[in-house]
């Protein structure tokens, strides 16, 4: 190969190049050797030189947007994702021939002129001014190097890529004096590096190394005589002379680079000769980006963790900023997700419920007393094809997610913790009726819910009287119901406050926030639409003793430029006291022991967990813990109009009636069970439980099917459709509304 021009030796140019480069800084080259027929064009040589001297010099190449890479707790890669496909790439990393070919095509005498080329320039204009506009650029590689500066600016938005891209004199006038300004504080070689970096080479490649390794899987350092002929060829026209969609007019136009850079001295005519004969021979990479290429049902958690940047005012005070933070890219953030545990999770969910079944399953894992998501997925794959979705159904709407789920008895702990804490002792007895009223209760606002029938318990054989760890093993609603009148609505409802249950998984179209809480007589039988996510870290506070911690997913953000950025913290604080939170624990640990609706799950660790069944078996819920993982499991349809589980085959099982504890908590136990192999057993720290309150014979019922009835048309008036048999309102599930109204009954196994 032929010795090719150097740059830095060639910076000392002429003397007339350099009284060139003086009359432009007086504003002269404008107004009379550069633009020699503004006159034909109606300008002045006074306006343009005016133009020229009123632009200010501060110009300053921003930094390039790159791809950010989110890593799991163990530092491996989740995900590449960016908004363009960049990789920036030093002088030393892109082979010496493709520096040479860009040169060459575009602006060969690059090491020898200023920031402008007289002779390149003169010809342009005297061409532009026969014509209506401009026919003929005659920009260096600095001036083209600026007005990609103006593109990559503009970002995605298109109305000011264009202006960006606008030919006009007014433009190249700003291009010019710009260009200038670079010329004086960066190298030639600077220059060309930074130029091969922001080019855009078409098919999403941004760059000369995406551009490599979209076109020929290869790195830019590795390119070969015809394959960096091809890719400076594509910078004129980067869709025209597109090698996939056009390979004629590709090829055609990279043998004109090739003739012409052994026209220059790059190569010999020999080898110009020899490349021309060689195919283009392709081998294209597609882009592999973003959360769709996530392995091991980790693309949730990735959505998961951009809405995170674009929501959490950690990455900056306003929405705007936030968003260019992220276009701008280059971030390395690192994470929470512990890859044994994902695994675990992941092979459970998609081996109990497939991505083909009508219902889907969700499950979170959350590190107690940290707040550290550890794992985070569902049955169906992340995507937008046949049995995939985008939606993540382990969080709210505003960060990604669906609209939630109603939990059934999966919130009766939350009531428990709030009677103990004010004052009602777990040997509290109630009489717990199978069948009974909602009493008058007062919300947090003052506002009165009135008595109204539609309270019963899942069978007419459950019933009282009951203290409260027995009413827990056995899910008894009617007991709830009596504790939460007692405890207070309202002391109910700041406690599931206390543990990040302030608002409900549904955004409120109008206002485009989360829905509050709904505080209705029904809530301690799971009525509002919570997430996995949510009660996950409900049950770490349990574990954690009383210790509340706001989820968190992401540890570190480190930029491009190793700069450091704060991160979203887990804000801990106390939301019970210790003995209130072991007293919970012991009550849990009794569903999942005999007696309890739950005794068929077994992990052989120190375990303590609550099943839940909403109306008609429509969801079905498994939450539960050990002291080192809190998880949180359902099982529902998620496109209205809701069916019952019951009857269906899932996960090529069919299921008879669908319970908590026999859908979800399976689930439950074996991802609990593969993230906590080979882990040490530790004790749960608990109170010991009250002497349990034997439940008396059962005397039939009384009202019954017009109790039922009364209440099942409360129910639905104010909940969704009435339910006679069970005598409430069918809670509405992902799609529907948050449902639940006063005489909504839900709660269950």
């Given at each position: 190969m032929a010795a090719k021009r150097s740059g830095s030796p060639l910076r000392n140019v002429?003397?007339?190049?350099?009284?060139?480069?003086?009359?432009?800084?007086?504003?002269?080259?404008?107004?009379?050797?550069?633009?020699?027929?503004?006159?034909?064009?109606?300008?002045?040589?006074?306006s343009a030189a005016s133009d020229f001297n009123n632009i200010p010099d501060d110009f300053t190449a921003p930094p390039l947007s790159e791809a950010s890479t989110i890593f799991d707790a163990n530092g491996g890669v989740i995900a590449k994702v960016y908004s363009r496909d960049r990789t920036v790439v030093p002088l030393s990393q892109i082979a010496p021939v493709m520096r040479s070919a860009l040169v060459d095509i575009e602006d060969n005498r690059f090491y020898q002129h200023?920031?402008?080329?007289?002779?390149?320039?003169?010809?342009?204009?005297?061409?532009?001014?026969?014509?209506?506009?401009?026919?003929?650029?005659?920009?260096?590689?600095?001036?083209?190097?600026?007005?990609?500066?103006?593109?990559?600016?503009?970002?995605?938005?298109?109305?000011?890529?264009?202006?960006?891209?606008?030919?006009?004199?007014?433009?190249?006038i700003q291009e010019l004096k710009y260009a200038i300004k670079l010329e004086e504080t960066l190298s030639k070689d600077q220059i060309l590096t930074d130029y091969l970096n922001i080019t855009f080479f078409g098919e999403q490649a941004y760059g000369i190394e995406a551009a490599s390794e979209r076109y020929f899987s290869v790195h830019a350092s590795q390119l070969s005589i015809p394959q960096a002929a091809l890719l400076a060829g594509m910078v004129q026209s980067p869709t025209g002379y597109d090698p996939i969609a056009f390979p004629i007019a590709a090829k055609t136009r990279r043998d004109q680079v090739l003739d012409d850079m052994a026209k220059y001295g790059t190569i010999t005519v020999d080898q110009a000769t020899a490349a021309k004969a060689t195919p283009l021979n392709l081998k294209v990479s597609r882009p592999q980006e973003g959360c769709i290429t996530a392995k091991n049902g980790e693309g949730f958690f990735c959505d998961y963790v951009q809405h995170i940047v674009l929501n959490d005012p950690a990455f900056g005070a306003t929405a705007q900023a936030r968003q260019a933070l992220w276009d701008q890219g280059g971030?390395?953030?690192?994470?929470?997700?512990?890859?044994?545990?994902?695994?675990?999770?992941?092979?459970?969910?998609?081996?109990?419920?497939?991505?083909?079944?009508?219902?889907?399953?969700?499950?979170?894992?959350?590190q107690p007393g940290t707040g550290k998501i550890l794992a985070m997925g569902q049955s169906r794959p992340y995507g937008p094809g046949d049995h995939q979705t985008e939606l993540n159904y382990n969080v709210d709407r505003s960060m990604g997610g669906g609209n939630g789920f109603p939990t059934g008895s999966n919130f009766k702990p939350v009531t428990a913790a709030a009677a103990l804490e004010n004052g009602i002792g777990m040997g509290q007895v109630y009489a717990s009726p199978y069948q009974d009223d909602y009493p008058e209760m007062k919300d947090c606002a003052g506002e009165t819910e009135a008595q109204v029938s539609g309270d019963q318990n899942d069978s007419v054989t459950l019933h009282g009287p009951f203290n409260m760890p027995t009413a827990m093993a056995k899910s008894v609603n009617t007991y709830f119901v009596a504790l939460e009148a007692q405890t207070g609505l309202c002391n109910v409802v700041r406690m599931a406050q206390k543990l990040g249950l302030s608002n409900t998984a549904v955004m409120d179209g109008k206002t485009g926030k989360l829905v509050p809480l709904k505080q209705v007589q029904s809530l301690t039988l799971g009525v509002n639409n919570l997430t996995p996510l949510q009660m996950a870290n409900v049950y770490a506070t349990f574990a954690a003793d009383g210790l509340y911690c706001s989820p968190t997913a992401i540890t570190s953000v480190m930029t491009s430029s190793n700069k450091s950025l704060p991160v979203p913290q887990a804000n801990c604080n106390q939301a019970m006291s210790q003995t209130t939170a072991q007293s919970v624990t012991s009550m849990l640990k009794g569903v999942v022991s005999d007696g309890g609706t739950a005794n068929n799950i077994s992990i052989g660790y120190d375990d303590a967990g609550k099943t839940g069944t909403t109306d008609s078996h429509l969801q079905v819920w498994f939450t539960g813990f050990t002291k080192q993982i809190s998880a949180s499991t359902v099982v529902s349809e998620t496109k209205a109009p809701l069916e019952s589980l019951s009857g269906q085959t899932i996960g090529g099982q069919y299921v008879g009636t669908a319970f908590g504890s026999t859908l979800a908590g399976p689930i439950w136990q074996d991802a609990m069970a593969g993230a906590l192999s080979g882990a040490s057993n530790i004790n749960l720290d608990t109170v010991p439980l009250p002497a349990p309150v034997a439940a008396t014979p059962a005397k039939g019922t009384t009202g019954g099917a017009t109790a039922g009835a009364t209440a099942g048309a409360a129910g639905g008036a104010n909940g969704g459709p009435g339910n006679p048999t069970t005598g409430g309102g069918i809670i509405a599930g992902l799609i529907g509304g948050p449902g639940g109204g006063k005489g909504g009954k839900t709660g269950g196994h």
């Open positions: 002429g003397l007339g190049v350099r009284l060139l480069g003086a009359s432009v800084l007086a504003g002269t080259l404008v107004a009379g050797l550069c633009l020699p027929a503004v006159g034909a064009l109606g300008l002045s040589a006074k200023g920031a402008i080329d007289l002779k390149g320039t003169l010809r342009a204009l005297t061409k532009n001014a026969g014509s209506s506009g401009v026919s003929q650029g005659g920009s260096t590689l600095t001036q083209q190097y600026v007005k990609n500066v103006f593109v990559e600016e503009a970002g995605n938005d298109q109305a000011k890529v264009l202006e960006a891209q606008r030919q006009t004199f007014g433009r190249k971030l390395a953030i690192h994470t929470t997700i512990d890859p044994k545990d994902q695994a675990a999770l992941q092979k459970s969910v998609t081996n109990h419920v497939y991505a083909s079944d009508k219902a889907a399953t969700a499950m979170t894992m959350v």
